[in-house]
């Protein structure tokens, strides 16, 4: 079936280098959601896409970090100057559209280590 | 912003022995509220939801959960666990209107013993 993938499943680097995690929806979902998954934090949100509209950056922890979403679809989440705090699983999901009561899909996640 | 607490981080149960994880939020606007599975190895899954209506909501693998407003809770309970129900579960709310994300509870992890 045609889930949430995303790319690498893991991720290992050096502190200071930059990051790139990718996330490819559900085809037909116009909202797209970044969290992470850290020891003792829980999931913690991230950043939210909506179709065209610009981005809700608010769950971003520092400027170190931004995402992107091409044509409505794909996205990247970017992670400049990785610090060891950055360890985590990253995870992206879906929903059909931007109610707040969908069912969001998740994707496997990318376990980033930084060294 | 809404926050939700999951006060027990690891429940064991021995099979076919009822089951209740707890979970209690807060937000000063209405929400919608949500579990969350995370089965060994695999990504989350959602396992049932309260939108509106009946305060009551059931799964299709015998789970339910209860939205209590005045106690700003929404347990999950299952009368007879099964070892396949050994995962992780996440109790979540979003706001009804303005933002769209979930804020999650740091998990529980039910263990079913054989």
């Known amino acids: 079936g045609a889930g949430v993938s995303q790319s690498p499943s893991n991720k290992v680097t050096e502190k200071g280098k930059d990051v790139e995690l990718r996330c490819d929806p559900i085809s037909g979902h116009t909202a797209l959601y970044w969290y992470r998954q850290s020891l003792g934090q829980g999931l913690e949100f991230l950043i939210y896409?909506?179709?065209?509209?610009?981005?809700?950056k608010s769950g971003l922890p520092s400027d170190r970090f931004s995402a992107e979403r091409t044509g409505g679809s794909v996205s990247t989440l970017t992670i400049q100057r990785t610090q060891q705090e950055d360890s985590a699983v990253y995870l992206c999901?879906?929903?059909?559209?931007?109610?707040?009561?969908?069912?969001?899909?998740f994707g496997p996640g990318t376990r980033l280590t930084v060294l | 912003a809404q926050s939700v607490t999951q006060l027990d981080s690891q429940v064991p149960v021995f099979e076919e022995a009822p089951v209740e994880l707890r979970c209690n939020y807060s937000s000063s606007v209405s929400v919608y509220l949500f579990w969350y599975v995370q089965y060994p190895n695999q990504g989350l899954q959602l396992l049932l939801k309260?939108?509106?209506?009946?305060?009551l909501v059931k799964s299709i693998n015998g789970f339910e959960a209860e939205f209590n407003k005045s106690q700003t809770s929404f347990h999950l309970r299952k009368p007879s666990v099964h070892i396949s129900d050994t995962a992780e579960y996440f109790c979540?709310?979003?706001?009804?209107?303005?933002?769209?994300?979930?804020?999650f509870g740091t998990g529980t992890r039910l263990t079913v013993i054989p």
């Open positions: 979540a709310v979003s706001a009804r209107t303005g933002a769209n994300n979930l804020f």
């Open positions: 896409f909506q179709g065209n509209s610009a981005p809700d």
């Open positions: 309260y939108l509106s209506g009946s305060t």
């Open positions: 999901a879906s929903s059909v559209d931007n109610h707040s009561g969908n069912e969001q899909f």
